[in-house]
């Protein structure tokens, strides 16, 4: 299993989603994307959609300032 990172915080939806779903894809089973991201919309969708799409969400951790690490595991 890797871990792998990706920050979307200087990006806006729909693409924080794409940029995500374009990363998970890469991934082997068992991987993670530790995806950096802004509260408010990017940290609704990401994880939720992720979810829906068949992937795990393991962890939502707030770090500084709006900026949230989301992990998500193939």
């Known amino acids: 299993m890797a871990t792998f990172q990706l920050d979307v915080t200087n990006e806006h939806c729909p693409m924080t989603f794409v ?7 890469k ?3 068992g991987d993670v994307l530790e995806i950096l991201l802004l509260e408010g919309e990017p940290l609704e969708n990401v994880p939720r959609t992720s979810a829906e799409q068949g992937y795990k969400v393991l962890r939502v951790e707030p770090l500084e300032g709006k900026i949230h ?3 998500i595991q193939k």
């Open 69 to 71: 690490k989301v992990s």
């Open 19 to 25: 940029k995500t779903k374009i990363e998970l894809a």
């Open 27 to 29: 991934l082997k089973d």
